[in-house]
């Protein structure tokens, strides 16, 4: 068996092959974004793929966001140390947050996870550091500042790593990042309010509270989802905006695709989850519109309630293949893309949802299951100053790492490549100035096209129009 000593000079040997300065390149950036973009709305619903395009043009940030994919083939130029582990694809800002373990504490972690692959840990961090870079430029900060939020992202993966080399593989499992924990180190006024209003709003995102937001109840009684276009529509109804040829558009029911789901879902649940599910009964489903880069993939709301009619809102959201898959060696072993999610989400988290499972619809497509909204919370960017987004990039970093050391075992060689100096941080700042500019030039290109008609871009507010009474 091998030493920590031994694990630790593995890391250390492998910047022979791959120098930690070589990091700072930017990839292959040597192409045209439109295809790549155009090539990620295959098999979306159609008339959604001009929201996603009306989201995308708000800023440079949100094209970043949207465009997992087009990162994926830029990382794939870039070098790695030669170690695959279990990533999350998609590590930008806006994809960590707090969430509720199944006790109901409040954690912190990523919480994204429809790339998660097999693939370099760099890819991961690369992302993240671009995106820290690419939001404060959006938010405009400042060059001091941005190059000091690279730095501490990267500071704190760096560390965090380090602590989790010299644990045992039972309390790298059982670690965790608390809210709790981030109150603790909060290192200003500032930090500390963000943090308290974040476990506030935690607190506030139950299902009770989200019920009479979206529902309502029928002239019969019946509860019902509420129409809120683009936002949340029926399938069947004169308000969808499924496509006209779209499978789901001819169903005569939401029953039908809804029992199909639950088939093939409730096996994936531990025995006890399936007994408390078995204690709620369906009143509707719905269409429901997510994120950036989710916008016109299938996402499905669906509300249950108890004999006490407290509600239950589960999340059916489509899985499919992970952006990664075409740009790594290794190839996985789940050919289900739901299961590759919530198998990667299991791994990376120290906690995940009570009712994640994973099922297919009627006409093969792959989803995954777990609770919509349930305590979650995410950063509002727009609201922190220097010092608070920089406690924010820290803790980014940090869960991150403790992502990686957890579902790989790997942190030993890990931190021995990184080592103790700044040489990956310099690398990587450097990578992430090069890139923001790589996509403030895509994100040109991308205007452009929406203006000249190649592609079509509309916001929320003209779905809206369009079904004004």
């Given at each position: 068996?091998?030493?920590?000593?031994?694990?630790?000079?593995?890391?250390?040997?492998?910047?022979?092959?791959?120098?930690?300065?070589?990091?700072?390149?930017?990839?292959?950036?040597?192409?045209?974004?439109?295809?790549?973009?155009?090539?990620?709305?295959?098999?979306?619903?159609?008339?959604?793929?001009?929201?996603?395009?009306?989201?995308?043009?708000?800023?440079?940030?949100?094209?970043?966001?949207?465009?997992?994919?087009?990162?994926?083939?830029?990382?794939?130029?870039?070098?790695?140390?030669?170690?695959?582990v279990p990533v999350?694809?998609?590590?930008?800002?806006?994809?960590?947050?707090?969430?509720?373990?199944?006790?109901?504490?409040?954690?912190?972690?990523?919480?994204?996870?429809?790339?998660?692959?097999?693939g370099p840990w760099?890819?991961?961090?690369?992302?993240?550091?671009?995106?820290?870079?690419?939001?404060?430029?959006?938010?405009?900060?400042?060059?001091?500042?941005?190059?000091?939020?690279?730095?501490?992202?990267?500071?704190?993966?760096?560390?965090?790593?380090?602590?989790?080399?010299?644990?045992?593989?039972?309390?790298?499992?059982?670690?965790?990042?608390?809210?709790?924990?981030?109150?603790?180190?909060?290192?200003?006024?500032?930090?500390?309010?963000?943090?308290?209003?974040?476990?506030?709003?935690?607190?506030?995102?139950?299902?009770?509270?989200?019920?009479?937001?979206?529902?309502?109840?029928?002239?019969?009684?019946?509860?019902?989802?509420?129409?809120?276009?683009?936002e949340i529509f029926?399938?069947?109804?004169?308000?969808?905006?499924?496509?006209?040829?779209?499978?789901?558009?001819?169903?005569?029911?939401?029953?039908?695709?809804?029992?199909?789901?639950?088939?093939?879902?409730?096996?994936?649940?531990?025995?006890?989850?399936?007994?408390?599910?078995?204690?709620?009964?369906?009143?509707?489903?719905?269409?429901?519109?997510?994120?950036?880069?989710?916008?016109?993939?299938?996402?499905?709301?669906?509300?249950?309630?108890?004999?006490?009619?407290?509600?239950?809102?589960?999340?059916?959201?489509?899985?499919?293949?992970?952006?990664?898959?075409?740009?790594?060696?290794?190839?996985?072993?789940?050919?289900?893309?739901?299961?590759?999610?919530?198998?990667?989400?299991?791994?990376?988290?120290?906690?995940?949802?009570?009712?994640?499972?994973?099922?297919?619809?009627?006409?093969?497509?792959?989803?995954?299951?777990?609770?919509?909204?349930?305590?979650?919370?995410?950063?509002?960017?727009?609201?922190?100053?220097?010092?608070?987004?920089?406690?924010?990039?820290?803790?980014?970093?940090?869960?991150?790492?403790?992502?990686?050391?957890?579902?790989?075992?790997?942190?030993?060689?890990?931190?021995?490549?990184?080592?103790?100096?700044?040489?990956?941080?310099?690398?990587?700042?450097?990578?992430?100035?090069?890139?923001?500019?790589?996509?403030?030039?895509?994100?040109?290109?991308?205007?452009?096209?929406?203006?000249?008609?190649?592609?079509?871009?509309?916001?929320?507010?003209?779905?809206?129009?369009?079904?004004?009474?």
């Open positions: 068996m091998t030493t920590l000593k031994d694990r630790l000079k593995c890391g250390r040997d492998a910047r022979k092959q791959c120098s930690r300065g070589s990091h700072a390149a930017p990839g292959d950036i040597d192409r045209d974004p439109l295809p790549i973009i155009e090539t990620s709305n295959e098999g979306r619903v159609k008339s959604l793929v001009e929201l996603r395009y009306g989201r995308m043009l708000v800023s440079p940030f949100t094209f970043y966001r949207g465009n997992a994919l087009l990162h994926a083939h830029d990382l794939a130029g870039t070098p790695n140390m030669g170690l695959a999350c694809g998609d590590a930008h800002l806006m994809n960590f947050g707090g969430f509720a373990t199944p006790e109901r504490n409040l954690l912190f972690s990523v919480n994204d996870f429809d790339e998660a692959y097999s760099e890819w991961d961090l690369k992302r993240l550091v671009a995106s820290v870079l690419i939001a404060a430029r959006d938010l405009r900060h400042g060059k001091t500042v941005e190059e000091n939020l690279c730095r501490e992202a990267v500071a704190a993966y760096q560390r965090t790593m380090a602590d989790c080399a010299n644990q045992g593989a039972l309390d790298l499992w059982y670690d965790s990042i608390s809210y709790e924990d981030l109150l603790a180190q909060a290192q200003s006024n500032s930090t500390l309010a963000h943090v308290e209003r974040a476990i506030q709003k935690a607190e506030r995102r139950t299902h009770a509270e989200l019920l009479p937001k979206i529902s309502e109840r029928d002239a019969h009684g019946q509860l019902l989802i509420r129409d809120d276009l683009p029926h399938l069947n109804n004169a308000t969808s905006l499924l496509d006209a040829d779209d499978d789901w558009a001819g169903l005569k029911n939401w029953q039908t695709l809804y029992g199909a789901f639950m088939r093939d879902y409730r096996p994936t649940l531990q025995a006890d989850r399936r007994e408390l599910l078995s204690r709620f009964e369906v009143q509707d489903m719905a269409f429901k519109v997510v994120g950036v880069g989710s916008v016109g993939t299938r996402c499905l709301v669906a509300l249950l309630t108890d004999d006490q009619q407290h509600p239950l809102f589960l999340q059916i959201k489509e899985a499919r293949r992970s952006v990664l898959s075409g740009y790594v060696k290794s190839k996985s072993r789940i050919r289900h893309n739901g299961q590759r999610v919530v198998e990667g989400q299991r791994l990376m988290q120290s906690a995940s949802d009570l009712f994640l499972g994973w099922t297919t619809d009627l006409n093969g497509r792959h989803f995954y299951v777990r609770q919509l909204r349930d305590m979650k919370v995410s950063a509002e960017l727009e609201n922190f100053d220097a010092e608070a987004f920089a406690a924010y990039a820290r803790i980014c970093g940090r869960a991150l790492a403790h992502a990686h050391a957890k579902a790989s075992g790997r942190a030993a060689q890990i931190s021995g490549y990184i080592g103790k100096s700044a040489s990956l941080a310099d690398a990587l700042l450097s990578y992430a100035q090069a890139y923001a500019e790589q996509n403030d030039r895509d994100f040109e290109r991308f205007q452009k096209a929406c203006r000249t008609g190649r592609l079509q871009a509309r916001s929320e507010a003209d779905f809206a129009a369009d079904h004004l009474p």
